[in-house]
C-alpha cells in the first residue's frame, strides 16, 4: 500500500493538551490486586478447565527474523539479553534476579525466534522443549506473575504457535498433551483478564492473543469472534488518531508493528480474510513509525526507547506488508518530522505521556534530533526504560530528565516534574504547535507551559529547515505568561546532545563551534543570546550500552522579561 495522506500539513495553530488525569486512583489499585489475588482461587482455576486440544489448526510462519547470533549462545547454553545472561539449564522464569525486560524477554518467549535462526529443527528442537518444559514445570499449574500477565499470555500464544514444531515435536504424547494444555488454559485466562492489562501495547498484546488461540485451536470460532471485538476495542483506545500509541515510546511502537504482523499470518495460515480494522492499524500504525526515524534507518530516542538499528526496524516494517511514507506530522502522537536533502529532523511536539498509559514517560518536550544522510548529528540521550545490565537504576532515572535531551532546561529543572517513586508529576499540560510549508523549507513553531507554574515563564521554540536541508535555524524564547505566577530571574540552559564520534572545537570568539562528523561532513554551529561551552555526555546504542559523548551547551539568564537565543546549524562545503 502506497499512500500520501500522511504528507498533507494542515496549516495553522493548534493547541495540544495532555491527555487524561494522574495515576491510577487508589481504589483502581486496591481493585486490580484484589483481581490478581483471585488467580489463586479454587474457583478460577475451575474456569481455566475444558477441553484439551489435540493439535493446533495451523502453524503460522514468523514473519520476522530471529537474531542468529543471540540463538548460537542458547544452543552454546545461555540466555542473554542486553548484557545479562543465564545458563539455560538453570534458567528460573520466574526469577527476581534479572531485569523485568529480561524476564519479559523470557516469558514470551521471544528467545524461540533467535533459536530457530540458529541452526536446523533438529539442531535446536531439543533445546527448545527442554526450556518449554522448565516453564511448564513452575508455572503451567500455578497461576501467578509475572507468568500469568495476560499481555505475556498474548505473546506466548503467538510464539508457541509460530514456533510450535520446535516445542511440539516432541514424541514425548505427555508432554505435547501439557504444552497444548497449558496453551489453552492460557487462552481461557486470557478470556476473563484481557480488558484489565494495561491501555495500550500489554492490552492489544492480550487480545491478540485470545484471537490467536480463537483461530488456531478447534472449536475456537466463538472465542474469535469476542476477541476481534476485543482487539478493535483495543486498538482504538491503544494507538492515537493518527497512528501512534499512546504511550508515545518508538519502541513499543516497533513491538505493535511486530505483534499485529504476526496476528496477521495467523490468518494467512487459516486462509481466513483479515478483519479490516487489523489492516486498518497497520496502514496507520507504519508511517507514525517510519516519521520518528533518522536517516540511518533507525529509530531517534524518545520516552525512554532505544534507537533501534535499521535492520530490525526494516525487518518488522517488510514483515507488515505495508508501503509508505514516514508521517511527517503526528500531531496526536506528538511527533514533527522535518526532511529536506540528506537532512532528517525529529521534533517532540507533545506532552509526556499520561501515567496510566506509561511507565518511565520523560520530561523531553520541544527536544529534537537531527541526521544527515547515514549520519546522527544532535541526538537525546535515549534508553531510560531499555533496562540490561549496562544501566542502572539511577541511570536510568538520569535519562527521563530534560537535561538529557537536546532542547532548554530552566534553572535545572525538569520541565514536567519526575517523582522519586519514577511517576511524572505536573509540568507540561499544553503545546501551541503551528508549522508551515514554504518551498521546500520547513517551519514548526512551539511552545509549552511547563516553567509557567514555578517560573512564570512560557518556553518557546522555532525550528527552520532550509528546502535544500543544509542549514537548521533555531530559536529559543523564554515569554513571560499571563498567569498569576510572578516571572522571576532563573539560569537556563540549552543543550545539543552530539552523536559518538563527533569531534567539537569551539571557535576563538566563543560563540560558536565546528562540528567534524567522523567520515563525514562539516557542520558548523552559532548562537547569540548565550555563552557557549563544550561539556561531556552520552548516548545509549541500539544494544543498550552507553557510549561518552559531548554536548553544546548555550547557558544564560533569563529575566522576569524573558529571554531569547537563536542559534544555527549549518553544513559547510
Not at 490478581?36 to 479454587?42: S, V
Not at 489453552?184 to 498484546?205: M, N
Not at 471485538?229 to 511486530?258: E, K, W, Y
Not at 547569540?528 to 541500539?542: A, F, H, K, M
Amino acid at each position: 500500500m502506497e499512500s500520501d495522506e500522511q504528507d498533507e500539513i494542515p496549516v495553522g495553530k493548534r493547541l495540544v493538551r495532555a491527555q487524561g488525569g494522574g495515576g491510577e486512583s487508589l481504589a483502581e489499585r486496591l481493585t486490580s490486586q484484589f483481581y490478581r489475588l483471585t488467580w489463586r482461587t479454587p474457583l478460577h482455576a475451575l474456569r481455566l478447565r475444558g477441553r484439551y486440544p489435540l493439535k493446533l489448526l495451523a502453524v503460522p510462519d514468523d514473519p520476522v527474523a530471529g537474531d542468529a547470533s543471540t540463538g548460537l549462545a542458547i544452543l552454546r547454553g545461555e540466555l542473554t539479553w542486553r548484557g545479562e545472561q543465564v545458563e539455560c539449564g538453570r534458567v528460573d522464569f520466574g526469577s527476581e534476579s534479572i531485569s523485568s525486560g529480561f524476564a519479559n524477554y523470557l516469558q514470551r518467549f521471544q528467545w524461540l525466534r533467535d533459536l530457530a535462526a540458529a541452526g536446523s529443527r533438529a539442531q535446536v528442537a531439543p533445546v527448545a522443549e527442554m526450556l518449554t518444559r522448565r516453564w511448564l514445570s513452575s508455572h503451567a499449574d500455578r497461576v501467578s506473575e509475572p507468568a500469568w500477565r495476560p499481555d505475556l499470555w498474548g505473546w506466548r500464544i503467538l510464539f508457541w504457535a509460530t514456533h510450535a514444531p520446535l516445542i511440539l515435536s516432541s514424541t514425548d504424547l505427555v508432554y505435547r498433551s501439557a504444552v497444548l494444555n497449558g496453551l489453552a488454559r492460557g487462552a481461557r485466562h486470557l478470556d476473563r483478564s484481557a480488558d484489565r492489562a494495561p491501555i495500550g501495547l500489554q492490552r492489544i498484546a492480550a487480545w491478540a492473543g485470545i484471537v490467536a488461540a480463537g483461530l488456531l485451536i478447534t472449536g475456537g470460532g466463538p472465542r474469535r469472534s469476542f476477541g476481534e471485538a476485543g482487539l478493535a476495542r483495543a486498538l482504538n483506545t491503544g494507538f492515537s488518531a493518527d497512528g501512534g500509541l499512546v504511550c508515545r515510546t518508538p519502541g513499543g511502537q516497533l513491538d505493535a508493528v511486530m505483534l499485529l504482523a504476526m496476528l496477521s499470518r495467523v490468518y494467512d495460515a487459516r486462509r481466513i480474510e483479515r478483519p479490516a480494522f487489523l489492516a486498518s492499524a497497520l496502514n496507520l500504525s507504519v508511517p507514525s513509525l517510519l516519521g520518528v526515524t533518522l536517516g540511518d534507518g533507525g529509530l531517534s530516542s524518545w520516552q525512554g526507547s532505544l534507537p533501534i538499528e535499521a535492520p530490525q526496524v526494516e525487518s518488522i516494517i517488510a514483515a507488515s506488508g505495508v508501503r509508505t511514507r514516514p508521517q511527517r506530522q503526528a500531531r496526536d502522537w506528538g511527533y514533527q518530522r522535518a526532511a529536506a536533502g540528506q537532512t532528517v529532523v525529529v521534533m517532540d511536539a507533545a506532552p509526556p505521556p499520561d501515567r496510566r498509559v506509561a511507565r518511565g514517560g520523560c520530561a523531553s518536550t520541544l527536544a529534537f534530533e537531527l541526521s544527515e544522510g547515514a549520519h546522527r548529528l544532535v541526538i537525546n540521550c535515549g534508553g531510560a526504560n531499555a533496562g540490561g545490565a549496562f544501566i542502572s537504576a539511577g541511570l536510568a532515572n538520569g535519562l527521563r530528565t530534560t537535561a538529557a535531551h537536546s532542547t532548554l532546561i530552566l534553572a535545572d529543572s525538569n520541565s514536567t516534574a519526575i517523582h522519586a517513586d519514577g511517576s511524572l508529576g505536573r509540568g507540561v499540560s499544553e503545546i501551541a504547535l503551528e508549522r508551515q510549508e514554504n518551498e521546500g523549507s520547513s517551519r514548526i513553531e512551539a511552545s509549552h507551559d511547563g516553567y509557567v507554574r514555578r517560573f512564570g515563564l512560557i518556553h518557546k521554540r522555532t525550528l527552520l529547515l532550509s528546502g535544500d536541508g543544509r542549514e537548521l535555524r533555531g530559536d529559543d524564547v523564554l515569554l513571560p505568561s499571563k498567569a498569576k505566577q510572578k516571572p522571576m530571574t532563573s539560569a537556563f540552559a540549552i543543550r545539543f546532545h552530539l552523536a559518538p564520534g563527533i569531534e567539537a572545537t569551539p571557535t576563538a570568539d566563543g560563540m560558536g563551534a565546528l562540528l567534524r562528523i567522523e567520515r563525514g561532513a562539516l557542520w558548523q554551529f552559532r548562537c547569540r543570546g548565550g555563552t557557549l561551552s563544550v561539556e561531556e555526555s552520552l548516548w545509549i546504542d541500539g544494544q543498550a550500552r552507553p557510549h561518552g559523548t559531548v554536548q553544546l551547551v548555550v547557558s544564560g539568564e533569563a529575566s522576569p522579561g524573558g529571554a531569547s537565543v537563536g542559534w544555527v546549524l549549518r553544513r559547510a562545503g
